[in-house]
C-alpha cells in the first residue's frame, strides 16, 4: 500500500476528537452569540425602538430561552452533529424535511459569518487604508484557515478573542455606571409598563433585528460530538450561556440610550466605539480593536458551526459523502471548511450588510420554530429519553414554537 493509499485509509477511518469541556463550550457559545451583534446592532435597534430598546432585546432573549430549553433537551436525546437537522428528524421522522432543517442552518452560518465578515472590514478599514474587497477576503480566508487547523487550536483562539470582547462590554458597562450611579433607577423607564400600543408595536419590530445578536447559542449543540460528557455538560453551556449574554446586552442598551442621543445613536455605524469614547474619553481605536477580535471570533466560530453541519449531513447521505470527510491530520471535516468559507466570501462581497443580518435572523427563526414543534411531537409520542439527560415540560416547546411564530410574521404585518 502507497503512502497515498495509506492516507486515504487513515481519512476514511478519522473522527472527531471529543477535546471540549463546559468553559471551553460556553467561550464558544459566548463568541459565537457576542461576535458582532451588538457591536454593530444596539444603534440600529435604538433607532426602531427608541428609549425601548433594551426591551426588545429583553423580549428577543426571552424568545430564545424557550427554544434554548428545547435544544437543551434535544441535545442529550439525540447527541449528534448537525443537531437541528437531527433534532427535526427525530420528530417529524421526514428526512426531506430534515435535510432542509440541516441546508437552512447551513445556509444560516454562511450568510452570518458574511454580515460579521462586513463588520469586521468596517472596523479594520478604520486601522488599515486597503480597498474594501481586499480588505474582507482576508478576513474570511484567515478565519476559513483557522477553523480548518483543529478543533481544540480553533476553540483556544476563538476562547481568547471571546474573552477580549466580553472585557470590552464589561468595561463599558462599568465606565457606565461609573458615570451615572443611579442608573439602575433608569431601568423602569426603558421598559413598557404602562406604554401605548405604538411602543410595544415599535419593541417588537426592533426585536427582529435584536434577535440577531442572540444568534449562536444554539451552535454549542453542533459541536456535541466533540464534546466530553455532553448529556451532562450541554444543557448548562446553552443556559449559561444566553443568561451572560442577555445581562450584558440589557446593560450596554441601558447604558446607550441614556448617554447618547437617540439619534446620534441611530446614526452611528459604530454605536459602541461612540459609547465607549463617549463615556471614558478614550480615543475609539481602542475599542475599535476590540470589535475587530469580536467580529473575527463570530467569524471562525460560524465556520466551525456550519462545517460541522455539513459534515453530519454528509455522514447521513443527506450532502455529497466527500463533506463527510475528516482530514487525519486535522481532525476536522476540511472540505466542508472549504465550501463554507468560499459561499461566506462570495457573499460578503456581493450582498449588502442589513441584508444578511435580517435573513439571517428569520432563516434561524423558521428552524427554531420547527425544533419546538418537533419536540412536541416526540413528547406527544411518548418516546422515552435516555437516562439522566435534562427534560423540560411539554409547555416550553409548545410556548418556543408560538413565539418563534409570532416574531417570524410579525414584520409581514407592518
Keep these: 500500500m502507497n503512502k497515498n493509499e495509506i492516507q486515504g485509509s487513515r481519512d476514511e477511518n478519522a473522527s472527531l476528537k471529543r477535546a471540549i469541556g463546559l ?43 424557550f427554544s434554548a430549553a428545547s435544544f437543551a433537551e434535544f441535545s442529550g436525546r439525540v447527541p449528534q452533529s448537525a443537531g437541528e437537522a437531527v433534532f427535526v428528524a427525530e420528530g417529524f421522522r421526514n428526512k426531506y424535511l430534515s435535510a432542509a432543517t440541516g441546508y437552512a442552518i447551513i445556509l444560516a452560518g454562511i450568510i452570518a459569518a458574511a454580515a460579521i465578515s462586513l463588520g469586521c472590514a468596517g472596523y479594520v478599514s478604520l486601522l488599515i487604508d486597503l480597498p474594501q474587497p481586499v480588505i474582507i477576503t482576508c478576513i474570511v480566508c484567515c478565519m476559513g484557515l483557522i477553523a480548518g487547523w483543529g478543533i481544540k487550536e480553533s476553540i483556544t483562539i476563538a476562547g481568547f478573542l471571546t474573552v477580549v470582547e466580553v472585557l470590552g462590554l464589561v468595561a463599558i458597562i462599568g465606565a457606565g455606571f461609573q458615570q451615572n450611579p443611579a442608573l439602575i433607577q433608569e431601568i423602569p423607564k426603558v421598559l413598557p409598563i404602562s406604554a401605548d400600543a405604538s411602543a410595544f408595536a415599535s419593541i417588537i419590530g426592533a426585536t427582529l433585528i435584536a434577535f440577531f445578536a442572540f444568534v449562536g447559542f444554539d451552535d454549542v449543540v453542533n459541536i456535541v460530538e466533540e464534546t466530553i460528557d455532553p448529556s451532562r455538560v450541554m444543557p448548562w453551556a446553552i443556559g449559561i450561556t444566553l443568561a451572560i449574554v442577555t445581562v450584558l446586552y440589557f446593560f450596554i442598551s ?54 460541522r453541519v455539513m459534515y453530519g449531513l454528509g455522514k447521513k447521505g443527506l450532502l455529497p459523502v466527500l463533506l463527510s470527510k475528516v482530514s487525519s491530520r486535522t481532525r476536522t471535516p476540511v472540505n466542508a471548511t472549504i465550501i463554507v468559507t468560499t459561499l461566506s466570501l462570495l457573499l460578503a462581497l456581493f450582498v449588502p450588510l442589513d441584508r444578511l443580518a435580517e435573513l439571517t435572523s428569520q432563516i434561524i427563526l423558521a428552524v427554531f420554530l420547527l425544533v419546538n414543534i418537533s419536540l412536541v411531537i416526540v413528547k406527544w409520542r411518548g418516546d422515552n429519553p435516555p437516562d439522566n439527560i435534562f427534560i423540560v415540560p411539554l409547555a416550553i416547546p409548545v410556548i418556543g414554537a408560538i413565539s418563534c411564530f409570532m416574531l417570524l410574521i410579525f414584520p409581514l404585518t407592518l
Design 23 to 65: 468553559p471551553w463550550l460556553i467561550l464558544y457559545g459566548l463568541g459565537v452569540t457576542i461576535g458582532a451583534g451588538i457591536y454593530v446592532l444596539v444603534g440600529e435597534t435604538a433607532g426602531r425602538a427608541g428609549i425601548y430598546a433594551p426591551s426588545s432585546f429583553l423580549v428577543a432573549a426571552i424568545v430564545m430561552a
Design 254 to 307: 441601558l447604558i446607550a440610550v441614556n448617554t447618547l442621543g437617540l439619534e446620534e445613536l441611530a446614526a452611528s455605524r459604530a454605536p459602541v466605539g461612540l459609547l465607549f469614547e463617549r463615556l471614558t474619553g478614550i480615543s475609539p481605536i481602542s475599542i475599535a480593536l476590540i470589535a475587530i477580535a469580536a467580529t473575527l471570533n463570530g467569524i471562525v466560530i460560524q465556520f466551525i458551526m456550519a462545517s
